[in-house]
């Protein structure tokens, strides 16, 4: 898109998401997965996973959509960190994924935002995710966002043969307006 550099964050819409959204989860997730410095997934999905795994995501879980002008540039899924286990039930997982063009816009705040008081709303407490060490602007954005570092695990991850560290994070959601 042409006009990313005249896009406000006050621009973004953020709602709801589905199934019917795969085709443009795909196309950001594509580029991302394929660079092979911003996502620990190594492979990519085709629109039919994308929409399996958005139709059958376990409950409760949210999806929002943040879009510009219309067109969806970035998606986050908060989703049960162990479905079905009680004794983290109050406890979410999540994946957040913005455009590669449309980074430092405020999507990803937006996105944040929302997601989050949508799962306190829906009784999650904390939401407990990783990032790869050496991405250090994911790092970056979900510290600012209100998450901690609580460890690091190391080699925990390997792409292409290499062996990359990994990040956990978690960010309690009992302030969060519900």
């Known amino acids: 898109m042409s006009s990313a550099g005249s896009s406000r964050a006050e621009d973004i819409v953020v709602r709801r998401g589905g199934p019917d ?57 908060v989703e049960p960190l162990m479905p079905g286990v009680p004794t983290f039930a109050h406890v979410a997982t999540t994946g957040i994924w913005v455009d590669l063009e449309w980074r430092r816009r405020g999507v990803g705040s937006a996105l944040s935002q929302a997601s989050c008081a949508a ?16 991405n250090e602007d ?25 062996d990359i560290d990994v990040v956990f994070i978690e960010k309690p959601l009992a302030c969060e307006g519900a």
């Open 21 to 77: 959204d795969a085709a443009d989860f795909c196309r950001i997730l594509d580029p991302i997965i394929s660079g092979r410095r911003h996502s620990m997934l190594e492979a990519t999905f085709s629109e039919r996973e994308e929409r399996r795994f958005l139709r059958d995501l376990p409950q409760p879980h949210v999806v929002r959509v943040a879009e510009l002008g219309g067109a969806v540039v970035g998606f986050q899924v």
């Open 119 to 134: 799962a306190a709303r829906l009784g999650y407490e904390k939401i407990f995710t990783d990032v790869r060490a050496d």
């Open 138 to 162: 994911s790092l970056a954005f979900h510290l600012a966002m209100g998450y901690v570092v609580v460890g690091t695990a190391r080699r925990h991850v390997r792409i292409d043969g290499n």
